[in-house]
Structure formats: C-alpha cells, structure tokens
C-alpha cells in the first residue's frame, strides 16, 4: 500500500548534480592515499561546549582511543582516529566561519593503524542509560535526551539528502545498507519505537532499492522505506518528520514529546559500528565535489585536513574557497587545512564560476516569493527587514528562531538579498544579549548575597561582643555594679578571669613537704591575700 | 454660569486628582528602578558615581541622576534606558569612563602576597584566596568592574581584555564593500596629493 505523505508549504527545487559524486565507489581515504603528516582533533563540540583532554603531547594513541571527554555527562567523546604519536595539544583554526581557533588534539600518526582492542557491547543486557552512556563514549552524536522519554511511536530515519551536490547518505545505504540497518534495528530496540520509516527521496531509486533488499533479507517488522518525493530542504529532521507523519514540532520542543525521534542514517551506520563492532567514531564517509575534476565520496578519518580531501579529487585551478556543508546551506571556511569533523557531510570547492560571488544587494520590493518559498511557515521579508533594522525584539516575536537557515528565501530573491546572513546575525546577536543578560542576572545575585553576607557578619559580630560582655558582666555584677561602660566591664572580667586562673593553679609540689613547712606557705599565703585584697581597694584612688 | 459652574467643577476635580499624582509616582518609583536595574550591566563598578548598580537606579527613578554615566553599559545601554523611560538618547557621558571591551582581572600567581584586599574590594565574589595564600580570579565570575585593581599593594591585578571563542563569535552585520570605487577613489586623491 502506497503511503500518504503530507506535505510542507515552501521548498525549492535546484538541481541537484547528485550524478557527479554517485559515479565512483566509496572510497577509504587511506586506499587513495598515505595519511597527512599530522590529524587535528578539535576539543569543541559543534553545539557548543568544550571537551576536557586525557592525552598530552607525547603520548601514544592507538586508533580508537579516547582523547577527550566531555566536562559533564553531555558531552560526546572524540577518539585518535589513527594510531601514532601526540605531538600537542593547541589551538588550532575551526572549521568554523569566524576561523577563530580552539584546543585541537594533533596527532602524527605512525602509519601502523594499530586499533584498540574492539569489544562488541551488549546493549540488550545494559538497558538504556547505559547504551546511551556507551554511546556518548563511543563519540556517537545522538542528543543528551536520547531515549529520555520511554517508548516511541514513530522513529524516523533520515536518508533524505535534499541538498545538491551531497550524496554521501545516498551511497552510504547504496554499499553499506546491511550496516545501517543493523543500526537501525538497535536503535529501535533501544528506543522500543512501534514503528520505523526509513525517509528517502525518491530521486535516490539505487538507495531505496538496496535498503528494501537489506531490510528484507534482515525481516525487520513495521519497518519501511518510504520513498519521500524530492523537494529541499526534506532533509531537515523536523521537516521530514512532518512529510512522514504529518506531526509538525515547535522549535522550542523535543521530538520526543511529540512520539518521535529523527535520526541519520549515518548515524544508525555509527551505531552499528560502535555497539556491533565495537569501533568508536573515527572516520565519516564525506562528498567531495564542486570544483573538482573526479567528485566522489570517500571515508575519511576524522581530523584528516580538507586540502588533503580535495587532493585526491583533483582540485580545478580556479579554486578559490572550500565550503563545508553543501551549496545551500555550508559555509566557506577560513581556509583549506582545517580538519574533517563529525558534521562535515561534504566538503565542496568554490570557484568564481561555479558559485558566483553574490550580486549586489538590491531593496527588497516585498514581493513575497520568499514567504512562499519558506518552508518553515515564515514571513522572511517582515524577518529581513527586523534583523536589518536591529529590531530584534519584533524579529523575535516573528518567530526567527523557527527558521531553519535553508536559503530557499535567498534562492528565491528576486533582489539577490542574502537573507539568511541577516537572520543569522540577528540571532547570534539575540543569543549574545541572553548570555549577558544572564551574566548581569548572576551578578547581581552575587553582589546582594554579598550584601547580604556582610550585613550578618556585623551583626554577628555585634552579637558575639554583646554575649561576651554579658558574660564578663555577670561574675563581677558587684564589683562593677557602677562600671558604665563595657570596656570597664570587660577589664573587670579580665582580672576576675584572671584571679580564677591564680586560684586554680595548685603548687604540684607540696605533697612531699612537712607539715611544718606546709604550715609556713599557709601564712605567707594568707600574707599574699591581705595585701591583693589591700590592693584591689586601691582603684578608687585612680578616678 | 452653567458653562462656569462646570468648569469650576472641572478644575476642582483636576486639582484633587493631582494632588494624588505624587504619591501614585512614589510607588511607581521603586517599580522603575527595578526595571532599570534589570537593564544595567550589574557590574557593580560605581563609575556613574553611585556605589553600585541598584542605587544608580534608584537615582534615575527619582530624576537625580542621568540615564548616560555608565560606561559598562555603554551605548547600547543608555539606547535600552532611554527607551524604557520615554527620554531621548544622549552619547555617554566621559567624566564617568569611556566604553571599553570587556576584560576581566587577572592576578600575577607569582607575585601575589596574600593579603586579601582584593577580595574585599570584589563586589560580586569573583575572587579566591586567604590571608597569606595566593588569590586568584575565577574569570566567568569576573565583571571587569576594576575594583580590585587600586587596593592591591603590590600591584599584580591587570585587566585583560576577553577574547572571543567560537562558542560567543557573533555573525557580522550583512555589509557589502565596494571595494573597486573606495580604491580607485584613494588612488586619485594620492595622485591629487
């Protein structure tokens, strides 16, 4: 029975030169070549958040070995993704737009690909929490709520690479479907979902082919593969969650609220590798196409630098940039030796032919073909003009934070506006007001318990003086009865204090004496009292 | 006389009423200098001449102080205030402080003596250490208030301005330069010159 899709407003059709990279097998980076002579592992996360070190430069690694770890219980591992020697931890640049460095692990490997010793992990028999902990160890990216709100009624496995030019999914389910759908069938079991539905788009027939082969010979039940029709930005989790099931989840919410979960296929493959063959996350199948002479995929270890990709494909001689991520959505990178990380689906050579620098900005005529095309159900004109008036109070009641940063609104601008550039400063600038304003809130709750703080330690301290002088009073209340003042209250209590100590001190060497002498130290004792209690009738001479 | 009649029983009416606005503006006040208080930048500094930030609110409230002396604050602050009061927009006053980057204290591990004026000065609990033991900044913490920085007798405490990491980098402004104009339009005037 064929199944009922529904649909989302908006989307774009590009062409997808997907052809090009589908042409050649998948091939391992180190079949095409010798590995760099240093790999860079960045101790950052993509989602922000940095990762805590277990190695030093100078130490041996092993492939497979965990080299930093999370401060808390979220963050996801990452693994030396070859055997060899660390030659420092530092900073190096980010595959980042700003190209601003961050503390990088780099690792001269020695060639050997010695592993770790990989042991299968028996999740049927740890139960969830641990998998998920295994997982987050193993450097699996799957979200710190994984599972955290029991059964499923849907998983959604996400094969639906709606981006131009990106085929590594495609060829992923293409050679390794077994593979994925052995994943798939863990993360079922472990997220007890009653149903799965594999989202391809129907522009991949090879791939739907090979994944309805695999997921007959393995006989999973309430499994499908749902062939999705072509249209971007399917791809998009949420989005293809709504193709699928017709549920549309907020921005502000959690799939799992609503009784789905959305996962890659590249990310079941992962699972796969991880609990059935034991294999950390240490290398990613990447499309290297664009401006390239032989665009292909190839799996590449992680911290292997873009320039060292783009050599086994043949860079153009006009290319001038290298963006990571695809045509609609990647971003141009800094430069061309920073590393592969575990988001770098494609990595893609730019040439002024190929991506044109945009033209010059024109006024927006509020045409509305960018509403039209937004598949978030947004008003991007109205968002435009906010962000670009720095209004970001209303850009923020017009739900910017729903925008999913596609670029169909830009694809479709008859005023070449690149209109995702404005709403991404808008955010970035709205989250940078919300860490202030956080920043100022926890200050100021400092600075009043501060306040606070010393206001009790005086009065502490006021109420310590009050009992000692209380204290001091009560022993000598006759002798002081006209002392007015506390200070004269507490020099009385200093020599009556004083007085008791004297009184307490026994002489411990009198036991041996005769009577006759104890008789004598007697008298003079008695001397000693008449002339201290002469002496101490003797003050009301000073005043 | 009917029309005088009414219009003396305007003004009778209008008098009472004002004669209530002021207390009606007391309780206001404090309402207000909350929410001044929530937009300043709670560095705690005094630069604006008030021993921290809720008292400098409590003097915009009642009209004693200007919404331009805090420097921390900076343009973008007096742009907030002036907005939540209604009042026009004036450049920041530079007898309190000029606007600078942020930074926060650091102090020199190796010449620090231990003798914890700083963490006296330290309004919002951003410093460490005890009587003969090294101090040290905990930087979140750290408002770059420079209060620490004059009670220290050896003078280890220096500003360090914060650098920005890939997690706080802040996407540009969309702006488009024109480059071929700007270097044609220099070139001439060198060649003028």
């Known amino acids: ?55 030093e430069a100078g130490t041996q690694v092993l492939k497979g070995q965990r080299i930093g770890v999370g401060y808390d219980d979220t963050g996801t591992a990452v693994h030396a993704s070859t055997s060899g020697l660390v030659k420092a931890v530092e900073m190096r640049r980010m595959p980042h737009p700003s190209g601003l460095s961050a503390l990088c692990v780099v690792i001269a490997p020695d060639g050997e690909e010695r592993w770790i010793t990989r042991t299968p992990f028996d999740y049927r028999r740890a139960g969830l929490a641990a998998t998920r902990d295994y997982l987050r160890d193993a450097g699996v990216l799957v979200g710190g709520d994984f599972g955290a709100t029991g059964q499923l009624a849907t998983l959604v496995i996400n094969g639906a690479e709606s981006e131009p030019r990106i085929t590594c999914d495609d060829m992923l389910m293409r050679e390794r479907a077994d593979g994925v759908i052995q994943g798939i069938a ?8 009653s149903e799965v539905l594999i989202g391809i788009e129907d522009n ?29 930005p399917t791809g998009n989790a949420r989005l293809l969650i709504r193709v699928l099931t017709g549920i549309e989840v907020p921005h502000s919410r959690r799939f799992a609220d609503y009784g ?17 063959l034991g294999q950390p996350m240490v290398s990613r199948i990447v499309t290297v196409a664009g401006n390239v002479e032989r665009p292909r995929n190839i799996e590449a270890p ?49 040439s002024p032919a190929l991506f044109p620098p945009p033209p010059p900005e024109m006024p927006c005529i509020r045409c509305g073909d960018c509403a039209r095309a937004c598949p978030a159900d947004l008003q991007p004109f109205e968002l435009y003009s906010f962000a670009r008036a720095r209004q970001f109070g209303k850009a923020q009641e017009y739900h910017l934070f729903d925008c999913i940063e596609c670029g169909c609104c830009t694809y479709v601008c008859p005023s070449k506006i690149p209109l995702v550039d404005y709403y991404r400063f808008a955010k970035s600038e709205i989250l940078a007001r919300q860490r202030d304003q956080e920043f100022a809130d926890a200050a100021r709750e400092r600075y009043q318990f501060r306040l606070l703080r010393a206001e009790r330690e005086k009065q502490e301290k006021a109420a310590r003086l009050a009992t000692k002088a209380a204290a001091a009073h009560a022993p000598t209340a006759e002798d002081a009865k006209d002392a007015k003042d506390t200070k004269k209250a507490l020099i009385a209590a200093a020599i009556a204090r004083a007085r008791q100590q004297k009184e307490q001190v026994t002489p411990a060497n009198i036991d041996a004496l005769t009577p006759e002498q104890r008789a004598e130290i007697a008298k003079i004792e008695a001397r000693r009292e008449a002339l201290q209690s002469s002496a101490k009738t003797a003050p009301p001479q000073d005043e | 006389m009917n029309a005088i009649l009414i219009m003396a029983l305007g003004a009778a009416l209008l008098g009472v009423a004002l004669r209530y606005v002021p207390v009606k503006r007391k309780v206001d006040e404090a309402v207000l200098a909350e929410q001044i208080d929530a937009l300043l930048p709670q560095t705690q500094c005094g630069q604006c001449g008030y021993p921290g930030c809720k008292p400098y609110a409590t003097a915009i409230a009642k009209g004693e102080a200007d919404i331009n002396q805090c420097p921390p604050g900076g343009t973008d602050g007096i742009h907030k205030l002036a907005e939540l009061l209604g009042r026009k927009f004036k450049p920041l006053n530079t007898e309190h402080g000029v606007e600078k980057p942020k930074a926060v204290a650091f102090i020199d591990e190796a010449v620090c003596i231990g003798c914890t004026l700083c963490i006296q000065a330290c309004p919002v609990d951003a410093i460490v250490g005890a009587a003969k033991q090294m101090h040290t900044i905990i930087a979140p913490l750290c408002t770059g208030c420079e209060l620490c920085v004059p009670p220290c007798p050896v003078d280890c405490i220096s500003m360090l301005p914060v650098a920005v990491s890939v997690d706080t980098w802040k996407w540009q402004y969309p702006v488009f330069e024109i480059k071929p104009a700007a270097t044609t339009a220099t070139a001439t005037k060198q060649q003028s010159a």
């Open chain 1, 1 to 55: 029975m064929p199944r009922q899709f529904f649909k989302f407003n908006g989307g774009v059709m590009p062409a997808d030169h997907k052809a090009a990279s589908t042409s050649l097998p998948i091939a391992e980076f180190a079949a095409l070549a010798s590995l760099p002579g240093e790999l860079v592992i960045p101790l950052q996360q993509g989602n922000g958040g940095s990762l805590r070190a277990l190695v």
């Open chain 1, 186 to 193: 863990i993360l079922r079991e472990v997220l007890r979902a």
């Open chain 1, 302 to 350: 992680l911290g292997v630098p873009l320039r060292a990709l783009l050599a086994l494909c043949g860079p153009q001689a006009d290319t001038n940039r290298v963006i990571m991520g695809g045509p609609m959505m990647g971003m141009t990178m800094p430069g061309d030796e920073v590393p592969v990380v575990k988001t770098t689906h494609c990595v893609l050579a730019g």
């Open chain 1, 260 to 276: 789905v979960e959305c996962f890659d296929t590249s990310t079941a493959y992962a699972i796969y590798q991880a609990i059935t």
């Open chain 1, 204 to 232: 991949q027939p090879e791939a739907i082919a090979a994944m309805r082969a695999a997921l007959a010979k393995r006989g999973a039940e309430n499994t499908q593969v749902a062939a999705v029709p072509a249209c971007y």
